[in-house]
């Protein structure tokens, strides 16, 4: 699998399901490949979240994604079921605009009402596109990685210094840094090397490319 290059699309429900669910993965490609980071709802109807687009944006940054290669748009939190027509069309939108060669949604583990549509509308979408699927421990039951990426201390700290941007979320369990830190290395672990992010595989698309 090679990033270098690559056109990657990562799409997440709300506000720090990617930081969360592949951040450190995010700043080991951030300079090497062209990525853009879609983010379907800004929160905003949540009063308590007010501030949660301004440390989104922070959080990116700490992870090497500059303003411009970030959309966040306004589908409304926990009501995506009803609204599964408009997000396809909006991934197809983003399919013919920025033509990825990748595409990194949440895990089918996900049992969110979010995640589960943005994963299921990504796969009718992205036909013909690889599609991996990454962790968001507070909603996930039953993941397992089976694709794994080996990522650096650096990556690790640019996680874990990203997620602290949240403010809004400091006494939520799954900000914890150990818990974080803990889970890349059980992805490291499964990989033997000391960290990874751990994907599993919704859709591989190959080719065969003879020596040059």
Do not use: W
């Amino acid at each position: 699998m090679i990033f270098f290059g690559k056109r990657i699309l990562f799409v997440g429900a709300h506000p720090d399901d990617i930081e969360l669910g592949c951040g450190a993965f995010l700043h080991h490609i951030a300079r090497h490949s062209e990525v853009l980071c879609v983010t379907l709802s800004d929160n905003q109807k949540n009063p308590n979240l007010k501030n949660i687009v301004e440390e989104h944006l922070a959080s990116f940054a700490k992870l090497g994604v500059s303003d411009n290669q970030i959309i966040i748009e306004k589908f409304e939190t926990r009501k995506f079921p009803d609204m599964r027509q408009e997000v396809l069309e909006y991934l197809l939108k983003l399919r013919k605009e920025f033509k990825p060669d990748m595409v990194f949604v949440h895990t089918k583990s996900d049992i969110h009402q979010d995640h589960n549509v943005v994963t299921e509308e990504a796969l009718r979408a992205y036909r013909g596109t690889t599609v991996l699927g990454f962790d968001v421990v507070r909603s996930s039951y039953g993941f397992f990685p089976h694709f794994l990426v080996e990522v650096c201390q650096a990556d690790v700290d640019a996680k874990l210094a990203a997620l602290a941007e949240y403010k809004t979320y400091l006494d939520k369990y799954y900000f914890d840094p150990s818990l974080l830190r803990a889970t890349m290395v059980r992805h490291g672990a499964l990989a033997e090397v000391p960290y990874a992010e751990g994907f599993d595989i919704l859709r591989i698309v190959a080719e065969f490319s003879p020596p040059q």
